[in-house]
């Protein structure tokens, strides 16, 4: 079976990823696994409003935990502490964890041993199933770390339920930037399809997801959202994706039924059916070797 990846990604947020993807997971209802890798952020949920079937910690890097005794209060580790999870309150020394970054400080210069480092819950992993297939999505705590090993666990365990179950296709709604989580979501996929925006921030994201994605190796197409806002914007979105090779999928125009949909927490009709089919015939094009 030729399992093939689609990975949504955009420059930042807002630019209608989830949207998409959204649209996308509804066309391919019942041949493909879904999977929401925008763990800091994630809201694909509530367009897919999935059914928990499977709930699991996910425990990330290490924190401090104090001890009492033999901690005696004496202070000494408040200042060497430079993420303030440390302070004096009533005599007594506060730890506020999720504030704490793991590096240790406290262990060096507490005089009593009273500071250790353990791994610390981050967040958690779900396994939900949707109209539209098992969907696999996490939450991180707030401030909490390591979301680029977490978007590989849970990329993962959607390709383990794809091949299980044999589904042809993977759908992921990526981290939006070029960070750690991003480059974590489309490593070795079998596509990365960007959405922009006609405006200037817009281009200036795209060609960063594109060198993103040169630099790894995966094809990278292009979706135009709210292509009607500002033609010289379109026309400067267009130019780059010839120039470099992209290409440009669908242009959407701005859809007030989108946003109506959006508001009621219900996948968009208004995208028309022809536009869905010819993402999907470019992306089934571009990964036809992969």
């Excluded at 994630?42 to 890097?61: A, M, S």
């Excluded at 390709?159 to 939006?176: F, H, N, T, Y």
């Excluded at 990365?192 to 006609?198: F, H, I, R």
């Excluded at 500002?230 to 007030?256: H, M, Q, T, Y």
């Amino acid at each position: 079976m030729n399992l093939r990846e689609i990975v949504v990604v955009s420059g930042k947020g807002g630019t209608g990823k989830t949207t998409l993807t959204s649209v996308l997971a509804r066309t391919l209802a019942g041949s493909t696994v879904l999977c929401d890798a925008d763990v800091d952020v994630p809201d694909l949920w509530i367009l897919l409003n999935p059914r928990i079937h499977v709930e699991e910690e996910y425990i990330g890097g290490d924190k401090a935990a104090i001890r009492r005794p033999p901690c005696d209060d004496c202070g000494l580790c408040v200042p060497a502490c430079r993420f303030g999870a440390l302070s004096p309150e009533n005599g007594k020394i506060l730890l506020d964890r999720s504030r704490c970054e793991g590096c240790g400080a406290c262990t060096l210069v507490c005089p009593r041993g009273a500071f250790s480092l353990s791994p610390a819950l981050q967040g958690r992993i779900y396994r939900s199933e949707t109209d539209y297939g098992s969907f696999w999505h996490a939450r991180l705590v707030p401030g909490g770390e390591n979301s680029g090993r977490l978007v590989q666990i849970l990329r993962e365990r959607a390709r383990g339920s794809a091949m299980e179950q044999g589904k042809p296709w993977i759908l992921v709604d990526g981290p939006p930037g070029i960070a750690c989580p991003a480059i974590s979501a489309i490593t070795g996929c079998s596509v990365a399809l960007a959405v922009t925006e006609p405006s200037r921030s817009g281009l200036h994201d795209l060609k960063r997801l594109g060198d993103l994605a040169a630099r790894f190796r995966v094809p990278m197409a292009v979706v135009l959202n709210r292509s009607d806002l500002s033609d010289d914007g379109a026309r400067a979105v267009r130019e780059a994706c010839r120039r470099k090779g992209w290409p440009l999928l669908a242009e959407i125009p701005f859809l007030e039924g989108i946003v109506e949909d959006l508001a009621l927490a219900r996948i968009p009709g208004a995208i028309s059916t022809e536009t869905v089919r010819r993402i999907l015939e470019g992306i089934e094009t571009l990964t036809a070797d992969r």
